[in-house]
């Protein structure tokens, strides 16, 4: 395997939430993380992340994992209730001190910090707002992004905006299985549109306080693949590829929504006509600042079928029976070089990053303290292998993050799937390196100094 470039960026990616613990230190306020994680049922272990990995203060520990691992970057995010406990009020100084020390730790570390600003836990009291659905949130998150590039950006180059804008509209707000839980298909499309707004409008902001700022935005991308050559299967793929994919795309590359996703949700009853209510006068503009790369997590593929009775065709995403992750989602390497080249076909980002792509395996460490995850192993081989071909093929592929550093707090799985390349023993917070540690290790290795190629 060849042909990455020398100044690839190797890293990989935590959140603030799945990792860090310590909720109540230097006056953080509440996020809607906390909240959610209270509501009987929404967490599968009835866990949150009081404590998770205790990232907060075992930082400079978990620096020294990387190092070890060799990664040049890392991927991770700042608690928004950290630096504003109720986002809007004043600013927490303890809260950018953690992240000061974080970034140094790293920089002297020779690791390149990659800052998201919202992976998700925002503060509770802008919810209590309305939360995303209102477009008051948009002038709170762009202070927020004033006020964290302001303090970092003599540090730091690379700033991501929002991780994975799909998520926290439709799983937060129309099916309700993430925070904060409301299950209301008219206000997840008014979220996605004023997460959006608020990218588009962060972006000169953060530019404004880093010299050479590398700004982009991260969107969880599925490939998708109609089940067979039926007209109803080609048209649920359709479907399902304009909900999931073209819907943040299009504004961010086009300045548009696409017309037929929009018609979609008219026929589903989300919307009462083809008039987006929610969008005003100059907004897509807004949305469509141009930005320095995107950012696409990938996990897996999506099997489209249309179902053949009924109004509307439904799509089921629905993975073969192949091989499959602890999370059900299947294995498919393919998918990486598909959706890497279809993005760069269609949209021509300026520079692209694998910001997350990884597999959750349960793997304990065995009697001699081994975590011999092979199937994570296998994952991850084939994965950097599926850049590898997207660069050969002339995709501006520019670094790969391996999700996670650690096992951590998995949304509404608790602690009970397990993503990390290192094992954590919850009880003692114990850190192992796994067998894909030691491979990715060896990758990076071969790929940045060829004379340890083995
Ligand atoms: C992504 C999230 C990340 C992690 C992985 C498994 O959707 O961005 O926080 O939970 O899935």
Redesign the pocket.
């Known amino acids: 395997m060849s042909g990455f470039p020398k100044d690839f960026a190797w890293g990989t990616?935590?959140?603030s939430y799945?990792v860090e613990g310590a909720l109540d230190v230097g006056g953080r306020g509440e996020s809607i993380w906390d909240r959610f994680a209270r509501v009987p049922g929404a967490v599968a272990d009835g866990s949150d992340g009081r404590v998770a990995c205790d990232h907060f203060h075992r930082f400079a520990d978990d620096v020294a994992l990387m190092r070890q691992i060799g990664v040049n970057t890392y991927r991770f995010s700042i608690a928004w209730p950290r630096i504003l406990a109720d986002g809007r009020g004043e600013v927490l100084h303890a809260g950018l001190d953690f992240y000061r020390r974080l970034v140094d730790a790293l920089l002297s570390a020779g690791i390149r910090p990659f800052v998201t600003l919202n992976?998700?836990d925002m503060p509770q009291a802008l919810e209590d707002e309305g939360g995303w659905a209102s477009r008051r949130t948009v002038d709170a998150f762009v202070r927020y992004a004033d006020v964290v590039s302001r303090a970092l950006g003599d540090r730091v180059r690379d700033w991501t905006t929002h991780?994975?804008p799909w998520?926290m509209a439709h799983l937060g707000y129309e099916t309700g299985e993430h925070a904060p839980g409301r299950k209301e298909p008219a206000a997840a499309l008014a979220a996605a549109h004023h997460l959006l707004l608020a990218h588009g409008r962060a972006v000169p902001v953060i530019r404004a306080h880093v010299r050479d700022a590398h700004v982009g935005l991260?969107l969880?991308l599925v490939p998708g693949y109609a089940a067979s050559g039926s007209d109803i299967d080609r048209e649920a793929l359709r479907r399902f590829d304009g909900f999931f994919n073209r819907w943040y795309l299009d504004p961010i590359f086009f300045g548009r929504y696409p017309d037929d996703a929009i018609a979609d949700r008219v026929q589903q009853g989300h919307l009462s006509s083809t008039t987006l209510p929610f969008v005003v006068d100059g907004d897509m503009a807004e949305i469509a600042t141009p930005i320095d790369w995107l950012g696409i997590?990938y996990?897996s593929r999506a099997i489209c079928r249309g179902a053949d009775e009924g109004n509307a065709p439904r799509v089921i995403a629905e993975p073969l029976p192949a091989q499959k992750t602890d999370?059900g989602w299947e294995v498919f390497p393919d998918g990486l070089a598909a959706i890497l080249e279809r993005v760069h076909a269609d949209y021509a980002p300026r520079a692209l990053y694998v910001t997350?792509n990884?597999a959750?395996y349960a793997t304990e460490p065995d009697h001699q303290g081994r975590v011999a995850d092979v199937e994570r192993v296998h994952y991850v081989r084939t994965h950097v292998e599926a850049c590898a071909q997207a660069l050969a093929r002339g995709v501006p592929l520019r670094g790969y993050f391996l999700?996670?550093l650690l096992d951590?707090f998995?949304?509404q799985w608790g602690y009970l799937?397990r993503?990390g390349i290192v094992h954590v023993d919850y009880a003692t917070q114990k850190r192992t390196l796994k067998d894909s540690a030691r491979v990715y290790r060896d990758l990076i290795a071969a790929h940045t100094n060829p004379r340890s190629a083995r």
Request: proline share 0%; with cysteine; net charge negative.
């Open positions: 990616a935590t959140s799945q992976h998700w991780n994975e998520c991260v969880n997590n996990y999370m997350e990884g959750a999700w996670s951590n998995e949304w799937r993503f």
